[in-house]
C-alpha cells in the first residue's frame, strides 16, 4: 500500500517541467516489485484452480501489463520523431492506471466496487428510464422554445460556446444534463421569459408553461431519478453484506465448533454411563 501511494504521488511530480529524471528509476523498481507481488501471490497459491479464479488476480495482472507498457514505449521511442513522441505521452497516462491497485489492497473498497458491478443491472433500467424521460424533455424543449433568430436576439452574439440551449435535439439533451447539475438553470429560464418577446419567430411559449417545464424537470431529474440511482445501490449494498455474512458464517461452520477444555476426543456423558444390565 505504501508503494500504490508512493508511486501515485511520483506519476503526480512528473506532471511538473522540473521534475526529476530519478523518479523513473524509482518507479521502475516499484513496478518490480508489483511484479514479485505477482510471481509470490502464484507460488503460494494453494490450487491454480482458486488462483485462476479469483479474478483480483487478474485484475493485478491487467494493471501490471498497463504499467510496463509506458516504460517499454520510453525505451523504444527514446530516439523518436514528434508523432512517435505525441504517442508516447499519451501512453504515459496508463501510468495512471497503477493507482487503482489501492482497491485490492483495501478490503473495503473490494467490498464497493462488489456493490456497483452487482447494482449494474437495476443501474441500467434506471439509465433508461432516465434517457427515455430525458428524450420526452429535449423534443417538448426543442419544440417550445427554440429561437431560430438567435443570433439576433438580445442575447451574446452567436457563438460556440453560446449556442441556442434549444436549439436541436443534441443541445437539448447538453441543457437538461446542465439543469440536472443545478448549473445556471434559473437563467435558463429567465432568457426564455425575456427572449420570447423580442422576435416573433420564437414559439409563444407563456410564463406559466416555461417555469412548469424547467421547474418540472429539476424535480424529477435531480430528485426522483437520483433517487432511485441512491436506492439501488444501498440496496445492493445490503445483499452484499448478507451474502459476504452468509459466506462467513459457511466457512465457520465447515470448519466445526471446537471442543471444550479438557473433553478431548471423549464421549458425551450418556455413551460413558455403564450399561445396567436387568437381575435375573
Given at each position: 500500500m505504501f508503494l500504490i501511494i508512493l508511486n501515485g504521488l511520483l506519476i503526480g511530480v512528473q506532471?511538473?517541467?522540473?521534475?526529476?529524471?530519478?523518479?523513473?528509476?524509482?518507479?521502475?523498481?516499484?513496478?518490480f516489485v508489483f511484479f514479485l507481488e505477482i510471481i509470490i501471490r502464484w507460488t503460494g497459491r494453494r490450487t491454480t484452480e482458486e488462483y485462476i479464479g479469483d479474478w483480483w488476480n487478474w485484475f493485478?495482472?491487467?494493471?501490471?501489463?498497463?504499467?510496463?507498457?509506458?516504460?517499454?514505449?520510453?525505451?523504444?521511442?527514446?530516439?523518436?520523431?514528434?508523432e512517435q513522441q505525441n504517442i508516447m505521452s499519451t501512453l504515459r497516462i496508463l501510468r495512471v492506471v497503477q493507482l487503482t491497485r489501492s482497491i485490492r489492497a483495501i478490503g473495503e473498497l473490494q467490498l464497493l466496487i462488489g456493490v456497483l458491478i452487482k447494482s449494474i443491472r437495476s443501474l441500467s433500467y434506471i439509465a433508461v428510464l432516465f434517457l427515455l424521460i430525458m428524450y420526452i424533455y429535449a423534443i417538448i424543449g426543442v419544440t417550445l422554445f427554440k429561437n431560430p433568430d438567435y443570433a439576433n436576439s438580445e442575447h451574446i452574439k452567436l457563438t460556440s460556446s453560446n449556442p441556442d440551449p434549444y436549439g436541436d435535439l443534441g443541445e437539448a439533451f447538453f441543457t437538461l444534463f446542465r439543469i440536472l447539475t443545478g448549473e445556471d438553470w434559473t437563467d435558463l429560464r429567465y432568457n426564455l421569459l425575456s427572449g420570447k418577446e423580442v422576435t416573433g419567430s420564437v414559439p409563444v411559449a407563456s410564463n406559466t408553461v416555461i417555469t412548469f417545464y424547467h421547474v418540472s424537470w429539476m424535480i424529477i431529474a435531480a430528485y426522483l431519478l437520483i433517487n432511485l440511482v441512491i436506492g439501488a445501490i444501498v440496496n445492493n449494498f445490503q445483499i452484499v453484506l448478507e451474502s459476504q455474512k452468509e459466506a462467513e458464517d459457511k466457512l465457520v461452520n465447515s470448519k466445526g465448533k471446537p471442543l471444550a477444555s479438557g473433553?478431548?476426543?471423549?464421549?458425551?456423558?450418556?455413551?460413558?454411563?455403564p450399561i445396567k444390565r436387568p437381575k435375573v
Open positions: 506532471t511538473y517541467d522540473n521534475a526529476p529524471d530519478s523518479i523513473r528509476v524509482i518507479q521502475l523498481s516499484i513496478l493485478d495482472i491487467f494493471i501490471l501489463m498497463l504499467g510496463v507498457i509506458p516504460e517499454v514505449a520510453d525505451i523504444l521511442l527514446e530516439n523518436s520523431s514528434a473433553d478431548g476426543d471423549r464421549p458425551d456423558d450418556d455413551s460413558r454411563r
